[in-house]
Structure formats: structure tokens, C-alpha cells
């Protein structure tokens, strides 16, 4: 499995890429997490002794690679915790689908509902018991076989979002077999990335850019080109 690497780093906030196939925080599994190496870098490099404050801000799936956001201190962690509540944070995803959209780009709104007990996420077209209103925004970047690149916005952050709105399009992610994808990936990850954050500095009121781009062979030209 790959290693995790640091993108951004203050006193403040530590931005890290995380490998598909790590967990963000702990679950049933007892598996080591993205937490775990984050807060051991942090006391290393830091030579800090005892507890270290090392939280995430905002989540990935397990299966899903690219930057999260964790925060070093408390007025860190509230305020970032508000700036996603907030939508005040655009994030950007390069994914790889099945096929290619019969729009080259457009806005996708579906009402979703998750099933807990399944860990599945469904979409509707309209409000339907506990669903909740979601809604991303693709661009076409490129085709290649019968897989296209996608960059896409998600407006709102629901469980799942991106993977059930692309399978709403008959685009499921490579290698997502929990929503349509044919086969799996051999390392069970889905091409799904997190590849882009903007935000303002929570503190020191300064904009934060950062990217990080994924090691997508078919498609590795066009993603050298994107920022």
C-alpha cells in the first residue's frame, strides 16, 4: 500500500494525500488510519511528547485517494469545521467512469438517502423521506477506450455523493462495484481522487490552493495539464 504524504503543512492545519485503501478514522476493522500516521508525524517531528491534537476536518471513503484537511489546534478544528459547513471550501475531484456523459458537462441535482445498515447511498429525483437535496457539478477532460476523465464539484457533501450521482448518470467510477462498476481494481481502490482544495485560511486570512494529482496512467498527459 502507498504512503501517506504531507501537501501543506502550518501550525495550524497539516493537509495530507491519503492512499486509496486507508481509512480516514477508525471503524471495525481496527485497521491503522490516516489519524494514526498524521498525529505519529506530528509527535515525531515535532518531538512532542504525550497527547497531540491531530483531528480531521472532513472525510474520504476508504477506497477513495487524494487531500484531507486535518487540524492542529482547536480554533483550527472549529474554524475549518465551519468553512465546510459553510460551503466556503471548493473541492474538486478527478474520477475515471464507465463510458462517457451524453453532456460534456453539466450539473446533476438528485435527493439522497443512505442506508446505514447496508452502507449503500440511493438517489431520487425528487424529495423522498429522509433524502437529502445534493448536488455536483462534472466537466468532460478526456476519453480514452471506453473510460472517461472526469473533473468534478460537489456543492454539497453528502456519504457517498459522487459515486451514486455518477452511476445516476450510467457513469459508474472504475472500479466501484458497490455502484455499478463491471469489475474491481486489483488494489480494491475506485478512481476517485480528491484533487483540488481552496479555501481561506482559517487563521491567517490568506487563500489556500493546494493539488494533488493521481497516478492515472491512460489519462496522465491531460492530468499534467490541469490545475
Not at 487531500?67 to 469545521?81: D, P, Q, W, Y
Not at 438517489?123 to 437535496?133: E, F, N
Not at 457513469?171 to 479555501?199: E, M, V
Amino acid at each position: 500500500m502507498d504512503r501517506p504524504l504531507v501537501a501543506y503543512e502550518d501550525n495550524h492545519l497539516l493537509i495530507v494525500e491519503k492512499p486509496a485503501g486507508w481509512l480516514v478514522q477508525r471503524d471495525e476493522t481496527g485497521d491503522r488510519t490516516l489519524t494514526d500516521w498524521a498525529t505519529a508525524y506530528i509527535r515525531k517531528k515535532y518531538k512532542k511528547p504525550g497527547n497531540v491534537f491531530c483531528q480531521p476536518c472532513h472525510r474520504l471513503d476508504r477506497p477513495v485517494s487524494g487531500l484531507i484537511v486535518f487540524a492542529r489546534t482547536s480554533k483550527g478544528l472549529e474554524r475549518m469545521n465551519r468553512l465546510f459547513r459553510d460551503d466556503e471550501i471548493t473541492k474538486t475531484y478527478l474520477t475515471i467512469v464507465d463510458g462517457t456523459p451524453s453532456k460534456d458537462a453539466d450539473t446533476l441535482v438528485h435527493w439522497l438517502e443512505k442506508d446505514e445498515r447496508k452502507n449503500l447511498t440511493r438517489a431520487y429525483g425528487k424529495q423522498k423521506g429522509k433524502s437529502k437535496r445534493s448536488e455536483l457539478s462534472y466537466q468532460l477532460i478526456a476519453s480514452h477506450g471506453r473510460v472517461s476523465l472526469l473533473r468534478v464539484q460537489p456543492k454539497t457533501g453528502r456519504p457517498h455523493q459522487i459515486r451514486v450521482q455518477m452511476k445516476s448518470l450510467n457513469c459508474p467510477i472504475k472500479g466501484d462495484l458497490k455502484y455499478g462498476y463491471s469489475k474491481p481494481n486489483q488494489d480494491k481502490s475506485i478512481d476517485l481522487h480528491a484533487f483540488r482544495l481552496d479555501f481561506v485560511h482559517p487563521v491567517k486570512k490568506e487563500p489556500v490552493s493546494i493539488i494533488s494529482k493521481p497516478k492515472w496512467p491512460d489519462f496522465e498527459a491531460f492530468i499534467d495539464e490541469l490545475d
